[in-house]
């Protein structure tokens, strides 16, 4: 048992260190470690199946509304970076440049993709002619590289996985409702199978993205109160296609610009998943999104027949449709049951020669500990429901937290009492003036502009000048 208890002391409390805490995690769970490459990360089994399954259910949901998946080159030359300037100029810092080839100087450098606006604009020129040859609602599964100063697995690396869509639309109507039809892709899937709560809307003129019109972003709120933007969504107008000349011909032989939009997700939401659901013990998985949703452990498992039932309970639950493992490994259940809750596994499901002798097994529930005897005859049936249940709670428990952690402030005085007694998210109106914005930021010690929730207002006035409020913000300290 010493070895048990040396498992489960592995982890940092979060209360002692959250940011220990949430390494601690990452390492013991095995999800991804850091490569030779400084600042890269290596993904690991554990992980990589977590991402797997973001993108087979984001896939499925983006295929629905009509996108077509294709794959663009990593390098990108500069002169085509260059086309628009308020684009490269946002990326600048952080673009890494592949200056030699195979041994010589290349005659025009490339930067690695760090977004692939540029490329699918000079694909886009060469083919769209008519307006038939609009919508091209396009996405990419890929890896982008930026050359970031600081890094924290998953949340911020030089290299991350994602999904970029690309759109090209003929009018700036349709351009925009694709926008907020894939920002509610987006607040569906994160809800729906990751179980995290989120606040979302506009994001403010400082804070969009660079060269878009307007950001529509979701945010998260991780367990120390600090937000996660978990995806963004963007309409860029007819900036890009301009900057690139791409024009197409209506149906009376008339030239028009062409509008564009793009939206993105990246392996940052594995960083959500872990710090809105995770606790001293491990990870907590959804169990939709957990690439294990059962695993089943033999209790004395030495005992006659009792291996061969538990097989038994695996095939019998794969038939419907759970993923399920055994683990008959030679280490104690005491061990098993810590590294089942380390890695997150929604349930385990406990039998020895007792419940075998009863006809029955013991499922626990990862999330909140609970023990429910199950008779075998009706496990393929039960265990759905259960899983279904524990999702609705985990989507429950975190919105409370959420809700609980939402704070209003009407004077900067009570903002600045809230930024330095709580942790979360503050309410507060705003006069939409950037330095306004930027005061606020600087005297409640980093609370930023996390969104604009349109038609809401809690008073008139701006909260630092005074002046009319246009909008309401949420405001908070974000990774």
């Known amino acids: 048992m010493a070895n048990d208890k040396k498992f489960v002391q592995s982890i940092t409390s979060r209360s002692e260190d959250f940011a220990q805490w949430y390494t601690d995690v990452v390492k013991e769970a095995k999800l991804c470690d850091y490569s030779s490459v400084k600042g890269c990360l290596n993904y690991l089994p554990n992980g990589y199946a977590i991402w797997e399954n973001i993108q087979q259910d984001l896939d499925k949901r983006f295929k629905e509304t009509g996108v077509e998946n294709v794959y663009l080159p990593v390098l990108i030359p500069e002169s085509l970076l260059k086309k628009e300037q308020n684009h490269i100029e946002g990326f600048a810092p952080e673009v890494a440049w592949v200056t030699h080839g195979g041994g010589e100087e290349l005659e025009e450098r490339f930067c690695v993709r760090p977004t692939s606006e540029t490329l699918f604009c000079d694909h886009w020129q060469k083919v769209v002619k008519s307006y038939r040859d ?16 600081t890094t924290r697995p998953f949340l911020r690396s030089r290299e991350f996985l994602w999904q970029e869509g690309h759109t090209l639309h003929a009018t700036s109507e349709e351009a925009l409702e694709r926008t907020l039809q894939m920002f509610k892709v987006y607040i569906d899937f994160v809800t729906e199978d990751l179980a995290i709560p989120l606040v979302y809307g506009k994001k403010t003129e400082s804070e ?33 296609p301009d900057s690139f000349d791409i024009k197409y011909l209506d149906k009376n032989n008339k030239l028009h610009s062409a509008y564009e939009t793009s939206w993105g997700l990246s392996t940052r939401i594995i960083g959500a998943i872990i710090m809105v659901h995770g606790d001293d013990s491990g990870l907590v998985l959804p169990p939709r999104i957990a690439p294990t949703q059962a695993i089943v452990i033999p209790i004395a498992q030495h005992k006659e027949g009792v291996i061969e039932k538990a097989n038994e309970v695996v095939e019998l639950l794969k038939k419907n449709n759970i993923r399920t493992k055994i683990d008959d490994s030679e280490k104690s259940p005491g061990f098993k049951f810590a590294e089942q809750e380390m890695l997150g596994i929604p349930v385990r499901i406990e039998i ?32 759905p429901k259960i899983l279904e249940t524990i999702q609705k709670d985990m989507y429950d428990k975190a919105k409370n937290f959420l809700d609980e952690h939402i704070y209003e402030a009407t004077t900067m005085e009570e903002m600045k009492k809230i930024s330095n007694e709580k942790v979360g998210f503050i309410k507060a109106m705003w006069c939409g003036d950037p330095e306004c914005e930027d005061y606020i930021k600087f005297e409640t010690n980093g609370f930023g502009s996390r969104c604009i929730q349109e038609n809401e207002k809690i008073s008139d006035k701006c909260i630092y000048c005074g002046k009319d409020a246009k909008e309401l913000v949420i405001w908070g300290k974000s990774y």
Not at 137 to 147: A, G, I, K, L, P
Not at 371 to 381: A, E, R, S, W
């Open 134 to 149: 609009l919508p091209l609602v396009w996405n990419q599964w890929n890896s982008v590289f930026r050359w970031e100063k």
């Open 208 to 240: 969009k993205f660079a060269g878009a019109e307007a950001t529509y972003t979701i945010e998260a709120m991780m367990h120390d109160g600090k937000a996660l933007q978990s995806a963004t969504s963007h309409f860029f107008g007819s900036e890009f």
């Open 352 to 383: 020895g020669p007792k419940d075998i002798e009863n006809n029955e097994c013991v499922i626990v529930r990862r999330d909140n500990r609970e023990k429910i005897v199950v008779k075998l005859d009706n496990l393929g049936n039960e265990l």
